[in-house]
């Protein structure tokens, strides 16, 4: 069986080659172990209609959360006698399941890797906006130990409002717990984990009365967009923000528009909704076009990193592991877990992920 894996990263071919090579000799893995030998055939760009016709020979397609799989290459991969699209991410935003569905293809993602990888980067990108060590860093580096700028809030007792309580948001939670923070969470599926550590209260009540908003959603037309000029208006004035979860989940023109009238009083993000064309690439000798991420980028209390939560060796090691797994469900035809299109009938079993649109 052959696997093609596109957007291949140093660290993809690395720990994916790592864990096959562990099942191949026999070596049980931390989570189960991946029986069949699969060929890896790695290419470092992004899957789309131009490079699709790079799939032919394969089984089997490895994507990540930039490749597009909309209906068009989806039926082409289809042509080419691919049957299987594998994610190494829990997001799905950029598959079409319908199309898949239609097509007969087999679909999985990893649904869970190291939840608290991301949780433990949402809180140090928090910190590091409130208490400026960004800035402070830069700073001794030129011989200035000035303080004046860099004053912070102390954690304890503030607010925190957690919008999306599936295994990241419940993460983060437990560990605000231990900086003494008051917890409110919003989630149209309450987890009943959170209820140790905050209560559930609408998404205007969570706005107005949190310091700090760290979002933990996926990407769904429910959700897209759910941070606009009407909620960063009800959101309490010098209030900050923080998103490691979807990009889309932001409307970039009014958070610009809240930062440049200080009602928003920082944004921390490690995802953008127009990273595509720019995330997990070296673009530092190119002019950047993107106007409203270099717009961003100019403020002094806007933190963006290149969608890195995940990235840990035990988050990779996860991947890796469940991807191989997963395409091991497909190779004996065992139903899987991690499926987004029910195997045999191929019935679309996304019905409950899209009844519950702030969870991840």
């Known amino acids: 069986m052959k696997l093609a894996v596109f957007s291949a990263k140093p660290y993809d071919k690395l720990f994916l080659t790592r864990v096959q090579t562990a099942a191949d000799e026999g070596a049980t893995t931390s989570s189960g172990q991946v029986h069949h030998h699969v060929e890896l055939i790695f290419h470092e760009f992004s899957l789309s209609l131009d490079t699709v016709a790079l799939a032919k020979g394969a089984d089997a397609v490895c994507v990540f959360v930039n490749d597009v799989l909309d209906e ?74 000035s303080l004046d700028g860099l004053l912070g809030k102390t954690m ?19 560990i605000l717990n231990g900086f003494g923070c008051r917890m ?31 979002l933990h959603c996926p990407l769904t037309d429910g959700t897209r967009h759910i941070i606009n000029e009407k909620t960063l208006q009800q959101m309490k004035k010098g209030a900050m923000l923080v998103n490691t979860s979807r990009g889309g989940l932001i409307h970039t023109k009014s958070v610009i528009a809240a930062l440049k009238s200080r009602h928003l009083g920082g944004l921390a993000l490690d995802v953008y909704e127009a990273e595509g064309q720019l995330f997990y690439a070296d673009h530092s000798d190119e002019i950047i076009e993107d106007d409203e991420l270099m717009r961003l980028m100019t403020f002094p209390n806007v933190l963006v990193c290149g969608h890195q939560a995940f990235f840990t060796e035990e988050a990779l090691t996860e991947i890796a592991e469940c991807t191989l797994r997963n395409m091991d469900d497909f190779i004996r035809r ?14 679309l079993v996304l019905s409950k992920r899209a009844s519950i649109p702030v969870r991840i």
């Open 334 to 347: 065992n139903p899987c877990k991690n499926s987004l299109v029910e195997s045999g009938n191929h019935k």
């Open 156 to 174: 304890r007792g503030k607010t925190v409002g957690i919008v999306g309580t599936g295994k990241i948001g419940i993460a983060l939670a437990r």
């Open 184 to 214: 409110l969470a919003y989630d149209p599926y309450p987890n009943s984990l959170f209820e140790t550590y905050g209560e559930f209260v609408p998404l205007e009540a969570l706005l107005e009365q949190s310091d700090f908003v760290s």
């Open 72 to 145: 068009h290459v989806l039926t082409e991969l289809h042509t080419l006698g691919v049957h299987a699209v594998l994610l190494r991410c829990a997001g799905y935003n950029n598959v079409d399941l319908k199309a898949a569905d239609r097509l007969g293809l087999f679909v999985a993602n990893v649904p869970s890797y190291s939840p608290e990888a991301v949780a433990e980067f949402a809180m140090a990108l928090l910190q590091t906006l409130n208490r400026n060590t960004h800035r402070a860093y830069n700073r001794v580096r030129e011989g200035n130990f």
